[in-house]
């Protein structure tokens, strides 16, 4: 069985971006195994700590490694992505060795989706930033997204209620996606 980490992008107990990504897990059902990523215990990239690589960094490739795709599920924070999701990657781009720029990276070919949940650009300006970062470290980002622009209730209720559209557009990723990692 196909195996699908999930990455979030929000650190909050209460993300909308979690929730988008449980709709996308019960989508997915049991056609891929799905996992989701917990990237709090990585420390901020620091070279001088990088080799040998810190014992939660080593985690965190080999599950990435593992996967057959990665599915991120990112807020946008101020028209790009957020820190913390720069930060896994960031660590993924980097060799196991010093030096050794010829090995491949883990990230390096890894097949990737993007959907997020936002303000009004759905945060169209966040994954546009995420795409170019991901592909300048060679991860190959499918081009079907998903980008839901939060309804009122989210935003005042801390309700969030996704649209028949936005449903729709959210299964046809999940759909893209499986075949996408076949
Ligand atoms: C530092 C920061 C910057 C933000 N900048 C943006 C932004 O540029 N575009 C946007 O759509 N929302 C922005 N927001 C609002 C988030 O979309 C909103 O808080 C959303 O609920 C976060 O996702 P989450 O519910 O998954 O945590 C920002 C929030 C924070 C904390």
């Excluded at 499918?142 to 980008?147: P, W």
Aim: proline share 3%.
């Amino acid at each position: 069985m196909k195996r699908i980490l999930f990455i979030v992008g929000s650190l909050r107990k209460d993300s909308f971006n979690r929730q988008l990504a449980h709709e996308a897990e019960k989508m997915i059902g049991t056609r891929a195994e799905v996992t989701y990523l917990d990237y709090s215990n990585v420390p901020f990239i620091n070279q001088d700590i990088e080799f040998p690589e810190p014992e939660t960094v080593n985690q965190l490739r080999t599950k990435v490694k593992e996967a057959d795709g990665i599915w991120v599920f990112t807020p946008e924070y101020n028209f790009s992505y957020p820190g913390h999701v720069k930060n896994v990657f960031d660590w993924l781009s980097r060799p196991l060795v010093a030096g050794d720029y010829d090995t491949k990276t883990v990230i390096n070919g890894k097949k990737v989706a993007l959907s997020g949940a936002g303000g009004k650009m759905a945060t169209a300006k966040c994954r546009e930033k995420l795409t170019e970062l991901l592909t300048f470290i060679k991860a190959d980002v499918m081009e079907l997204q998903t980008g839901v622009a939060l309804n009122v209730e989210a935003w005042t209720e801390g309700r969030m209620i996704l649209s028949d559209e936005q449903l729709k557009n959210l299964k046809e990723q999940a759909e893209s996606f499986l075949k996408f990692i076949e």
